[in-house]
């Protein structure tokens, strides 16, 4: 049987940012198979090319090795090479039914954990070992709720399909997009997400969470020409000014009369040194809306701005998105079904079937509407427990009591639906 606190904590010891999560996944494969899973994992479970912010080659490859180094296994890493970190696993009972995904993320975020004698992780001696990599936001623990439930599923002995899909690059929405596009979600008819903590205390639950945002977030490079700053600063094109300029109209964006919306330019790099005109900036922006359609519309004119801040100081620029979601909207009915099997798990004493509880933006809404196009269902739930400090903060934490319930929770969701 899994331990799941002992799970939990290596997991939390090997924090993986996104579409680096090679000794993660590689454990996730290893344990489904264990459990008589069909496993579906690498370029078989991602397209490629729908992959958004993939990190560098040599940021790729040295997680790659270090992985290997921590005791990934190399015949399953080796086809996860290059950023091809998904892992779905597939099991089929013993007669037919419908098709049930559960979906779990797995990477982590590029936090430096606290060392504080009072955070839990450091007491218990489980603290991150990747200095600069950390789990602040609960996904060690999805990623282990996910095997628990494979453990209780294990046996086939339901009517349909389960599938648990492990997701990276949840952290600036990234991943999911790319496990659609291969088409991972086509067959399955009820779809269940989760996220842990979201400011819901321990013992409560609730069937939706709404008000994610949709959101796309873009780099920008803006190329110039350098010069001598002083002796021929007109034979220049100053790249960090067309940035700069291009920053300043983007926060200058006026407000929707349809819909809520923010913008935010996070990174604004460029220049080398005081004597010579900048030849390259980068920026990194977002936009967000409580509407898909504004969202688009926003982005365009963000877009629009670049080019047009570029082409006033005569620059060559590209723009490139790195990650993006839509607004979730989770199915009532699928909430209160999980509200009236959460009723029946020891622990849980507060219920709602929905709230706006949700905390920016979540990828997982590419595979809600995916399920949903086709005539599906779905839903993302909130499943409290208390922590010590916010979600992405250096000392947050979980209870780790909330895993077994989780896990009841999900299983009692799941032969629900496939009895």
Do not use: W
Not at 57 to 79: C, F, H, M, S, T
Not at 94 to 118: H, I
Not at 136 to 141: F, L, T, V, Y
Not at 358 to 385: C, L, N, P
């Amino acid at each position: 049987m899994l331990d799941l606190v002992s799970l939990r904590r290596d997991f939390h010891m090997h924090p993986e940012v996104g579409f680096t999560e090679f000794r993660t996944a590689s454990k996730v494969v290893e344990i489904l198979a264990s459990l008589g899973f069909d496993v579906i994992y690498g370029a078989d479970a991602m397209d490629g090319d729908s992959r958004r912010g993939l990190p560098s080659a040599d940021v790729l490859e040295a997680a790659y090795e270090r992985a290997l180094r921590d005791g990934a296994n190399p015949q399953i890493v080796e086809k996860m090479r290059g950023g091809y970190t998904a892992v779905i696993g597939v099991k089929k009972g013993k007669q037919e039914g419908p098709a049930v995904a559960f979906r779990f993320d797995m990477d982590a975020l590029p936090v430096l954990e606290s060392t504080d004698a009072d955070h839990l992780p450091q007491a218990k001696a489980f603290r991150s070992r990747y200095e600069g990599n950390m789990h602040a936001c609960a996904h060690d623990g999805h990623t282990t709720i996910g095997l628990g439930l494979a453990e209780k599923l294990a046996d086939g002995n339901f009517s349909g399909t389960v599938r648990l899909i492990f997701q990276p690059a949840e952290e600036g929405v990234r991943g999911a997009y790319s496990i659609v596009q291969k088409g991972m979600l086509d067959d399955v008819d009820y779809i269940f997400c989760h996220h842990l903590g979201t400011n819901v205390p321990l013992g409560e639950v609730h069937g939706a969470s709404f008000g994610f945002l949709a959101t796309t977030k873009m780099v920008a490079h803006f190329h110039g020409v350098p010069s001598h700053a002083g002796a021929s600063p007109e034979k220049g094109k100053n790249a960090l000014l067309g940035a700069a300029t291009a920053l300043l109209n983007i926060h200058a964006i006026p407000r929707f009369s349809t819909g809520s919306t923010r913008v935010n330019v996070g990174v604004l790099e460029g220049g080398t040194a005081a004597n010579i005109i900048p030849q390259h900036a980068k920026m990194i922006v977002e936009t967000r809306s409580v509407s898909e359609e504004v969202n688009a519309e926003l982005e365009q004119r963000v877009r629009n701005i670049i080019a047009h801040s570029a082409a006033m100081h005569e620059l060559e620029h590209e723009i490139e998105v790195i990650g993006g979601a839509i607004p979730i909207n989770s199915d009532l009915d699928m909430a209160e079904l999980a509200i009236e099997e959460a009723k029946q798990v020891e622990g849980f004493t507060a219920f709602k079937v929905s709230d706006s509880n949700a905390m920016g933006s979540e990828d997982a809404s590419f595979m809600i509407k995916r399920v949903q196009e086709r005539g599906g269902k779905g839903t993302y739930m909130a499943i409290g427990t208390d922590i010590p400090a916010p979600h992405h903060h250096p000392k947050f934490d979980i209870q780790e009591e909330i895993l077994p319930r989780s896990v009841e929770l999900l299983h009692r969701i799941a032969k629900r639906l496939l009895t």
